[in-house]
């Protein structure tokens, strides 16, 4: 199966691991965090990890739908065979139906803080970042996105893409910086 690196190889800042407040399922002030953040700058493109079929395009963090600490970004679920996988804090023209291939460029990275928000005592810290989850097929486009509060059980179908990603730019003989704290 071809994979693809979801951002620019060269502009890659790092993968945040273990404390990281952008890695895997660090502890937040109300909940885990449900992805990987992988920093970026507003237009850098985000590009499709695996063959797939776009499921949605909707609001993903804003005032819109609640979360008006953060800018209005958009999120593409993109179901490949093995399960789906969430491209957050991005801008995309993609439609539902639309397939795409590992590699096609599916969006742009948008800002999610503004700029007064700008973490410098967090390593490679932006205020622009794509927020990647993996879901396995046992998630249903119903269940609305995944979400992992301090007081709940990781959810089932949630699963840690940290490694997959470390895999792909060491398969592509990359060096992989990973970003702790």
Same mark, same amino acid.
């Given at each position: 199966?071809?994979?693809?690196?979801?951002?620019?190889?060269?502009?890659?800042?790092?993968?945040?691991?273990?404390?990281?407040?952008?890695?895997?399922?660090?502890? +937040?002030?109300?909940?885990?965090?449900?992805?990987?953040?992988?920093?970026?700058?507003?237009?850098?493109?985000?590009?499709?990890?695996?063959? /797939?079929?776009?499921?949605?395009?909707?609001?993903?963090?804003?005032?819109?739908? /609640?979360?008006?600490?953060?800018?209005?970004?958009?999120?593409?679920?993109?179901?490949?065979?093995?399960?789906?996988?969430?491209?957050?804090?991005?801008?995309?023209? %993609?439609?539902? /139906?639309?397939?795409?291939?590992?590699?096609?460029?599916i969006?742009?990275?948008?800002?999610?803080?503004?700029?007064e928000?700008?973490?410098?005592?967090?390593?490679?810290?932006?205020?622009?970042? %794509?927020? %990647?989850?993996?879901?396995?097929?046992?998630?249903?486009?119903?269940?609305?996105?995944?979400?992992?509060?301090? +007081?709940?059980?990781?959810p089932?179908?949630?699963?840690?893409?940290?490694q997959? %990603?470390?895999?792909?730019?060491?398969?592509?003989?990359?060096?992989?910086?990973?970003?702790?704290?």
């Amino acid at each position: 199966m071809s994979r693809w690196f979801p951002i620019n190889f060269e502009k890659i800042r790092g993968i945040p691991i273990n404390s990281h407040p952008g890695a895997f399922g660090c502890p +937040r002030k109300y909940n885990f965090h449900e992805g990987v953040d992988m920093y970026g700058e507003k237009g850098d493109w985000v590009y499709c990890i695996r063959n /797939g079929i776009v499921i949605s395009n909707e609001k993903f963090t804003g005032a819109s739908v /609640g979360f008006n600490w953060w800018l209005e970004t958009n999120a593409l679920l993109i179901q490949d065979e093995d399960g789906f996988y969430v491209y957050g804090e991005i801008t995309s023209n %993609l439609k539902v /139906g639309d397939k795409v291939l590992s590699g096609d460029k599916i969006g742009e990275i948008t800002p999610v803080l503004p700029i007064e928000k700008l973490r410098p005592d967090i390593p490679e810290h932006s205020v622009s970042m %794509l927020h %990647l989850e993996r879901y396995d097929n046992s998630y249903s486009p119903k269940m609305g996105w995944s979400s992992w509060g301090k +007081r709940e059980l990781r959810p089932k179908y949630l699963q840690d893409p940290t490694q997959e %990603l470390i895999n792909t730019l060491t398969n592509k003989k990359r060096k992989v910086k990973l970003l702790t704290l």
